[in-house]
C-alpha cells in the first residue's frame, strides 16, 4: 500500500506557511499539520510545570506524560483547550528554546508522523521537508526579511485589537530565527528540493499561485 502524499512548507516566522498551508489543505481536501502548534504546546506545558526550558531531562520525561491533541481548529492540552494561549509571545520564545533540544524532538517526532493519512497531508513548520517528512511528494520553503514579517505581525495584532511596537516584533523575530537556524538538530534551512519563494513583495494569492502552479 502506498504511504500518503505529503506536501511540506518551511521557513521563518511570518513567512506565510500557515495561511498557504490553509488554502492548500482545503483546496486538495488533504489533512494538515501545524507542527509549529505542537511545539507550543509542549512548551506551555513545560512553563506551567515549572521544568527549566534547557533542563532536557526533564522535559524528556515531562513530554511523554502530556496528551496533546487537535480538532477543529483548536488545540488540547490534557483536555484543556490552550489554542489561544499558545499564540502569545512569552509562548513563541519558550518554544523556540525547548525545540532546539534532541530529546524534545525526538519525543515530538511520532506525534506529527501520525498526521499523515489518506487522501495526504499538507505539513507546515521548520523541519517539515528535512527531518520529518525527507520522502515529501513536494517541498516549499517561504521567506521574507525580518522586517516584513514584523510588520505582518504588527497587523495581525492590531487586528486583534493588541498594540506592540515594531522594534520589540523585529527583536523577537530575529531572536527566535537565530535560535531556530543555529540549534544542531533539525535547523531551519530549506530542503535541497525545496522550492525557495521569498513572499516579501507578493501577497497570499500570489504565493499560493505559485504553490499551485509548482505542484500541478
Ligand atoms: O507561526 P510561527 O511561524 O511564528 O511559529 P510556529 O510555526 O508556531 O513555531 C514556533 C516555534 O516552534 C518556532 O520558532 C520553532 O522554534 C519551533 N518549531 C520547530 O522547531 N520545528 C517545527 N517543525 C515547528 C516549529
Ligand atoms: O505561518 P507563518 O508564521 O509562516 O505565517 P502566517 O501566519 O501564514 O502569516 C503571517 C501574516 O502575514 C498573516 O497575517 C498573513 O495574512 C500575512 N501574510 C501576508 O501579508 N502576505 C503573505 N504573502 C503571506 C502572509
Known sequence: NTPSPVITLDGPAGAGKGTIACMLA?????????????YRVAALAALRSGVGLGDEKALAALLPTLNIEFNNGEAWLNGEMVTGEIRNETCASATSQIAALPAVRAALLVLQRNFRQLPGLVADGRDMGTVVFPEATHKFYLTASAEIRAERRLKQLSQQGLSAKLCDLIQDINARDERDTNRPVAPLKPAADALVIDTGSLDQTEVFATVLHYIT
Open 26 to 38: 482545503d483546496k486538495l481536501g488533504w489533512h494538515m499539520l501545524d507542527s509549529g502548534a505542537i
